[in-house]
């Protein structure tokens, strides 16, 4: 079965500066979709950034990119020059065949 | 980008009765919509997905009677909950997937409070 694990439940990073969200992934698919979605408060989920599995260059959108490791089943988000918009829970997800499975959140805190 | 609508946003029903929650892709086909269930300060739980035309799969532990759904067309999946308990409160979200040109995304409808009194 397909699982997404994320290891760190809260997370905080200093307004300006970078941090790194961790994501393990388990498949037996060899092409499949990742995603990085937020949740603020409201609850509303927004695409943060996308990742197809078949593609090595890791994908960027402005201030987030990703490290996509195939072989180790790795896809963390790293958020260069963090603003207090932010701050929000942080899921990674996983769509291979016909699933699309979330990990259990990470919780960003900015400090201004 | 791609809108997904979703309502009511928030219900608050008598135990007993059934609520119906509807998920609608404004501007694309969704052949697959995901319903889900999140608790507070939780991740979103897959409850089942939604295939148009054809009978939803639900996840384990996710009961089909109580939870029904329905996709009759590309643009329009609902979830009925029946006979609603206090044990059923929560927030329901639906997602529509979008597999067109640009590779596969999925897009959130807002959410639905659940409150069974």
């Known amino acids: 079965a397909q699982t997404v694990t994320q290891s760190q439940p809260e997370m905080s990073v200093q307004e300006a500066e970078t941090v790194t969200l961790s994501c393990t992934y388990d498949?037996?698919?060899?092409?499949?979709?990742l995603f990085w979605y937020k949740q603020p408060p409201s609850r509303q989920m927004i695409l943060v950034i996308r990742q197809e599995a078949y593609k090595q260059q890791n994908a960027t959108e402005n201030r987030f990119s990703v490290n996509f490791q195939k072989a180790a089943k790795s896809f963390s988000l790293k958020i260069s020059d963090s603003q207090l918009g932010d701050a929000a829970m942080y899921f990674c997800?996983?769509?291979?065949?016909?699933?699309?499975?979330f990990g259990t959140g990470t919780s960003l805190t900015v400090i201004p | 980008g791609a809108v997904v609508s979703q309502h009511p946003s928030r219900v608050i029903c008598k135990s007993g009765t059934s609520v119906k929650i509807e998920c609608r892709s404004l501007d694309f086909q969704a052949t697959t919509m995901f319903w889900y269930r999140q608790f507070p300060k939780q991740s979103l739980m897959l409850m089942a997905t939604s295939n148009e035309g054809s009978k939803a799969t639900y996840e384990q532990g996710v009961e089909k009677d109580k939870f029904l759904i329905n996709h009759a067309s590309l643009t329009l999946s609902t979830l009925t909950v029946t006979s609603a308990h206090p044990e059923d409160s929560s927030f329901y979200i639906c997602s529509a997937r979008d597999a067109g040109l640009g590779g596969e995304k999925l897009f959130f409808g807002s959410g639905t409070q659940l409150s069974v009194l």
């Open positions: 498949t037996s698919e060899s092409d499949y979709y």
């Open positions: 997800a996983y769509s291979g065949g016909n699933q699309f499975y």
